[in-house]
């Protein structure tokens, strides 16, 4: 299993930004994924989650109504976008296998997030 994210970068508050998650190694479209956050503070936690179809989405209260997953299956990767960013948005964001927990033990370099202005 390999994940890369990128997309990452400085924002402003009440920006956005879009990032993404190449993978490969596996079956992307026979996966649940997910993005994770973590941040020096906090342990990685759950952003969001999408099905294998892309039909059913979870997201943390946090970020409800601002943040969207998405998935291309054709292109084995996936998405966050992410809008109206807050400061505390700040993190370094991982995506992963499953639905609503990871389920694979390596983990991507992840890609940094720093809302400020």
């Known amino acids: 299993v390999q994940l890369v994210e990128s997309g990452g970068g400085l924002v402003q508050p009440g920006g956005s930004v879009r990032l993404s998650c190449i993978t490969s190694?596996?079956?992307?479209?026979?996966?649940?994924m997910s993005w994770y956050r973590q941040t020096p503070e906090n342990e990685r936690a759950l952003v969001a989650g999408?099905?294998?179809?892309?039909?059913?989405?979870n997201y943390v209260d946090s970020v409800k109504g601002r943040v969207t997953i998405s998935r291309d299956n054709a292109k084995n990767t996936l998405y966050l976008q992410m809008n109206s960013l807050k400061p505390e948005d700040t993190a370094q964001y991982y995506c992963?296998?499953?639905?609503?927990?990871?389920?694979?033990?390596?983990w991507g370099q992840g890609t940094e997030v720093i809302v400020s202005s």
């Open positions: 190694g596996f079956t992307f479209s026979s996966f649940a």
């Open positions: 992963n296998g499953g639905f609503q927990y990871p389920i694979w033990n390596s």
């Open positions: 999408i099905r294998e179809d892309g039909r059913i989405t």
